[in-house]
């Protein structure tokens, strides 16, 4: 009886198995598509200077306007197009415009882009990267690279000669999702990061949990004496905001600040700052 029940939890599992496979065979031939019919866009979410309270950067979130589905968040297709290798081709097709559109805003502000590590491994990057620089004219001082956390080990052949290669081509790198992986301080430690982002899970508890505030404490200590820049991300609420506030952290990034708006959207913002008609920051933090 055993050995039947295990044949047949055996059989729902295959099926199980294929469903997925399907699911996710189709997902990759309409992501696939997609690419060609040009339905991603970019939404950009700001960067709050904590201490001179002004919008310094943008980070370009990707987003795929689906005709059907309507809009998809990168959770749902980035793990996917990281697995079948789609990602070089939407990472190109992010980078280019997130620095072409940022590029003809009016203020000076810094650009955040997320590379996947499949991206970092073709030894075209840096060449690539060099010549969008001089065709958008955005300066590289302008251009941050975050990489998470989680997809990083120290191990990783070449990333570290890369990510060095990317450095002295003048462009920022930050440690994204700080906190999450599983190496945080051999990260630190091997790879050329200027900046740290603190994962919005640690963000999350600072204000209720006595722990989650001392680790973020300690995190930021770490950061200064590295001489890095941190930027907490996922600021949901005053309390949050006027903690890191406190604890001297420079930069914050969240829904209390501002939430990703599409390209037009933010250009206006940064338009209304830029002519004294509105706030520094779409909600005022304090
Ligand atoms: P991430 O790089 O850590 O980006 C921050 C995510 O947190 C964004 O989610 C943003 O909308 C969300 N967020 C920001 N502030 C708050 C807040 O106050 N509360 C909460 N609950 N969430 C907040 P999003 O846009 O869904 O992106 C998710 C992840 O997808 C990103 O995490 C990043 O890892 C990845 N991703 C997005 N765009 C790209 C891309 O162009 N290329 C690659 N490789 N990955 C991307
Ligand atoms: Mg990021
Ligand atoms: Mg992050």
Not at 137 to 151: D, G, N, V
Not at 205 to 224: G, K, P, T, Y
Request: aromatic fraction near 6%; charge should be negative.
């Amino acid at each position: 009886r055993a050995k039947a029940i295990g044949r047949d939890a055996c059989c729902v599992y295959d099926e199980v198995l294929d469903v997925k496979n399907q699911d996710e065979m189709i997902l990759e031939s309409s992501l696939q598509f997609a690419l060609q019919e040009r339905q991603f866009e970019i939404a950009y979410q700001p960067i709050w200077e904590v201490r001179a309270q002004r919008i310094v950067g943008v980070e370009a979130l990707v987003r795929w306007r689906h005709p059907v589905k309507g809009l998809i968040y990168p959770d749902s297709f980035i793990p996917l197009a990281e697995r079948t290798g789609l990602i070089v081709e939407l990472g190109q097709w992010v980078m280019e415009t997130a620095c072409r559109e940022v590029a003809a805003w009016p203020a000076p502000i810094a650009l955040s882009v997320n590379i996947a590590p499949p991206q970092l491994r073709r030894g075209e990057i840096v060449q690539e990267l060099r010549d969008l620089l001089v065709n958008t004219q955005l300066p590289a001082s302008r251009l941050k690279l975050e990489i998470a956390e989680s997809q990083l080990s120290e191990d990783t052949p070449g990333m570290s000669a890369t990510l060095s290669s990317l450095r002295d081509l003048g462009v920022g790198l930050t440690l994204d999702g700080f906190g999450t992986g599983s190496s945080s301080l051999v990260t630190l430690r091997s790879f050329p990061f200027a900046d740290i982002k603190i994962d919005r899970r640690l963000t999350k508890e600072i204000a209720q949990d006595l722990r989650s505030r001392s680790l973020f404490e300690a995190i930021l200590h770490v950061c200064r004496i590295l001489k890095m820049d941190c930027i907490a991300e996922g600021v949901e609420t005053k309390e949050q905001f006027a903690l890191l506030q406190s604890f001297g952290c420079a930069y914050a990034q969240g829904f209390l600040i501002g939430k990703p708006e599409p390209a037009a959207a933010m250009r206006e913002t940064l338009c209304r700052i830029a002519a004294g008609e509105r706030p520094m920051a779409p909600v005022a933090p304090v």
